[in-house]
C-alpha cells in the first residue's frame, strides 16, 4: 500500500525529482518517460461499453476487477500520479512482409522474437523505483509506489497517452509521430504530486484507414474498437480451444500473434530498431520453417522457448498454430509426410488441426489474403 499521509514536498522539489526520473528513465533504456493523474474515467467508460458487447471473448480476466482497471486507487491505494515509460522492440534487419509473403515460413509477432519482455522491463522499473525513493529519502518524502509491466489490470495504454508517450490509434495501438508503435510499455503507481505532462501527441491517425482495411479476418469492428474474437493474436495466443474453421485460411502463416496492423501504419516509417540483445530473435524464430518447427518434440519446443513470450501457450496449442499455417502452404511431400506422421500421437485438439490442414492441402485450394465480417 502506498502511503500518502506524509507532508506534501514543494513543486519545485518535485519538478526536480520529474525531470531526473526522466534522465534515470533514459539512462536505463527507456526511449521515453512521461507522467500523468489518474482520470481515466472516458477510457473506463469505453472498456464498459467493449465488455458488454463481448468483444473479450474468454479473456474474463478484462472484466474481473470492475473499477480497479480504470481507477488506480482502487489498484493500489494512495495513487495519484503513474509514470509511464515506453520501451522499443523491432529488431533489427527484421523483414516482416517477406516472411509473410512465403507460405514455407512461419510469421512470429515481432514482440516475441526474443526473450520476455515482462521480465526485462518490470527489472528496469524496479531499478527507477529505487532511484526514486533514494532520491524522497535524502529529502525527507515519504514515497511510495508500485511496478507493473502487463502484470495486473492496468490500462497501460490509455496512460500511455495521457502521458504524452503517443496517441491510441484507430488499431488500439499507442502511436508515436517519431517512433511508430513498435514499443512496449510499463508502468509505476506513485503518491507522489509529481507535474503531469501534457501531451504532445494529438492523434495524427487523421482520414487513413490502412490498419483497418488490412486486418486478415476483419477483426475492427470499427476505427478504435477491436473484436477480439476476430483476432488473430487472440485465436492464436488467447484461445484455448479450436481455431474457428472460417478464420483459418486468413490466418495464412501467422502462428503466434499478428503485426498487419502495425506493419501497414505509416508511422512506423519512423520506428528505430531496437538495440536491446534481449530483443533480438532467437533460434530463427523471426523466420523459421514450419515444417522444422512443426517437427520439433515437446523437449526442443521447451528448451528452445525458455524465457519467450512463446512458452506461454504451449506445446499443444503451438502445434495447433503450426498445423494450420502449414494447412495453408503450397502442397509439398515433406508437408505431407510431418503431419501424416504426427496424427498417431497427436491430442485431439492437434489432431483436429492437423487432419483440417490435410483436406486443404488436398483440395488444391490456395491460400486466401482475408475474409470478411458477415453483414
Not at 503466434?256 to 533460434?283: L, M, S, V, Y
Amino acid at each position: 500500500m502506498i502511503n500518502s499521509a506524509s507532508p506534501q514536498p514543494s513543486q519545485e522539489t518535485m519538478a526536480d525529482l520529474a525531470a531526473q526520473i526522466r534522465q534515470w528513465g533514459r539512462e536505463l533504456g527507456f526511449q521515453q518517460v512521461g507522467i500523468t493523474d489518474c482520470n481515466l474515467q472516458q477510457h473506463g467508460e469505453r472498456l464498459r461499453a467493449w465488455l458488454d458487447a463481448g468483444y473479450q471473448g474468454d479473456m474474463e480476466w478484462m472484466g474481473a476487477h470492475g473499477e480497479k482497471r480504470w481507477r488506480p486507487e482502487l489498484l493500489e491505494e494512495g495513487t495519484i500520479r503513474v509514470i509511464s515509460a515506453r520501451l522499443d522492440y523491432l529488431p533489427p534487419d527484421t523483414q516482416p512482409v517477406q516472411v509473410l509473403k512465403d507460405a514455407s515460413k512461419a510469421y512470429v509477432s515481432r514482440y516475441a522474437n526474443g526473450r520476455d519482455y515482462h521480465k526485462l522491463i518490470r527489472k528496469r522499473l524496479a531499478q527507477l523505483a529505487q532511484q526514486i525513493d533514494r532520491y524522497c529519502e535524502a529529502h525527507d518524502i515519504a514515497s511510495g509506489g508500485r511496478a507493473f509491466t502487463d502484470s495486473a489490470p492496468v490500462m497501460e495504454r490509455a496512460l500511455a497517452e495521457k502521458a504524452g508517450l503517443g496517441w491510441i490509434g484507430k488499431n488500439c495501438m499507442v502511436i508515436n509521430s517519431q517512433a511508430g508503435s513498435w514499443f512496449f510499455l510499463g508502468e509505476i503507481y506513485t503518491n507522489l504530486p509529481l507535474p503531469v505532462d501534457v501531451s504532445e501527441q494529438p492523434n495524427q491517425c487523421g482520414e487513413c484507414t490502412a490498419c483497418l482495411k488490412v486486418c486478415p479476418t476483419d477483426a475492427f469492428v470499427d476505427a478504435y474498437t477491436l473484436d477480439a474474437r476476430r483476432c488473430i493474436s487472440y485465436l492464436t495466443i488467447e484461445n484455448k480451444g479450436a481455431i474457428p474453421e472460417e478464420f483459418r485460411e486468413a490466418m495464412g502463416n501467422r502462428v503466434f500473434g499478428c503485426d498487419d496492423c502495425q506493419i501497414i501504419c505509416p508511422w512506423n516509417k519512423f520506428a528505430t530498431p531496437t538495440d536491446e540483445k534481449d530483443f533480438h530473435p532467437r533460434h530463427g524464430l523471426d523466420s523459421g520453417a514450419l515444417v522444422d518447427l512443426f517437427r520439433w518434440p515437446e523437449e526442443e519446443f521447451l528448451k528452445k522457448t525458455e524465457g519467450s513470450a512463446i512458452r506461454r501457450i504451449g506445446f499443444e496449442r503451438w502445434q495447433r498454430n503450426l498445423a494450420v499455417a502449414l494447412g495453408n502452404a503450397d502442397p509439398a511431400p515433406e508437408i505431407f509426410e510431418v503431419l501424416e506422421s504426427s496424427l498417431e500421437a497427436a491430442t485431439p485438439l492437434v489432431a483436429e488441426h492437423v487432419e483440417w490442414a490435410l483436406a486443404r492441402l488436398r483440395s488444391g485450394r490456395r491460400r486466401k489474403r482475408k475474409i470478411k465480417r458477415d453483414s
